[in-house]
């Protein structure tokens, strides 16, 4: 496969090792002088000095042949909304993946059409709530062109759904209970499955409902 | 709120417009637009672009970056007619450009791409865009072509 990794920093630094290291051609790019020269003692010649959001530095790089995919990670989130719609719209890149560094621009990668993005602020906040699960419901994956967001959720000696049969429990439209992991072992939920405290259930809801199924299975919010 | 002209007894809102970006173009684009009696609000990251704007400017202003959907709330995003977008870069530009014509609405967006080949790009994709770098160059070819040269003896 042949990659393009715009940006010569960490994340790109790091994600081009790897992909060589799993056989894949890789070009990458950087602006930065005394980066550009760390980077190319490393890797040799397949880094490219320049702005990523130049045409004629991205044909250099080879955008135009066009690369299976392509990796917008500068530490510049409008950089990487821009190369990411010129790799898409002008020349027809299949995949591209978008890093977002200020979490508070992810919609706009998401009005701009750019479906595959990576945030790190989001995933370790992620991984915050699912370590310290103060909110009970924690988003473990979304799936943004289905619409839906597969949860976790962990049930309380309190919580409504406790004591209750799975198909007895009024779910938010769109929303079901995939299985719940207890003493160890993982069940498929039935119909006639009891949700007891302790459980962690796995659930699929449309997005947008995340809240309504929290108050259906545990009740108000705690925060 | 909008001043009002009248015509036939109803009330006319003025134009209301967003200047995002408020440099040396940014700010003079501002004061044009309120010398016409535009309703004008200037967006910029610094308390300088006051200064630019001058002391007698009568329009809004709101300090803040014009990616961040507060900043554009408070400059009155929701009821803006025209935005021109100036920033110092070009693909901040396009992008608040993008989102201003997408997300808001706003039936008159303007962005400035110093860049020709981005230019191109976006303005094929239906952002107006203006590039400066594109009109020096043409004005620089017409200058250079049309000087009068006087023939030198070989």
Known sequence: MYVIVAGGGKVGANSTRSLLEMGHEVTMIEQRAERFVRLEQEFGPIVVRGDATEINVLEVAGIARPPELLLSVTGDDEDNLVISQLGREKYGVPKVIARVNDPRNQPHFDLLDIPMTVCPTSSILGLVEHEIPEHGLVQLLELQREGLEIVEAQIESNSPAAGNRAGGLKLPEGARLISVFRHGRTELVEAGTVIRPGDQLLAVVADGSAQDLRRALLGASKS | ?154
């Open chain 2, 1 to 154: 709120m909008g001043a009002g002209a009248t015509s036939a007894g109803a009330t006319l809102r003025a134009v209301k417009a967003l200047v995002i970006g408020c440099g040396r173009t940014g700010a003079a684009v501002a004061k044009g637009l309120v010398g016409d009696g535009w309703d004008v609000t200037a967006v910029d990251e610094s308390e300088d672009a006051l200064i630019r704007l001058g002391s007698g400017w009568s329009g809004g202003f709101v300090l803040g970056h014009g990616l961040d959907s507060s900043v554009l709330t408070r400059a009155g995003v929701a009821d803006t007619d025209a935005a021109v977008v100036a920033t110092d870069g070009d693909n901040t530009n396009v992008v608040i450009g993008q989102v201003l014509q997408r997300r808001h609405g706003i039936p008159s967006v303007v962005v400035r791409v110093f860049d020709p080949a981005r230019a191109r790009f976006y303005s094929e994709r239906g952002l107006q865009t203006v590039c400066p770098t594109q009109t020096a160059i043409s004005e620089l070819l017409d200058a250079v072509r049309t000087a009068r040269l006087e023939p030198t003896e070989a």
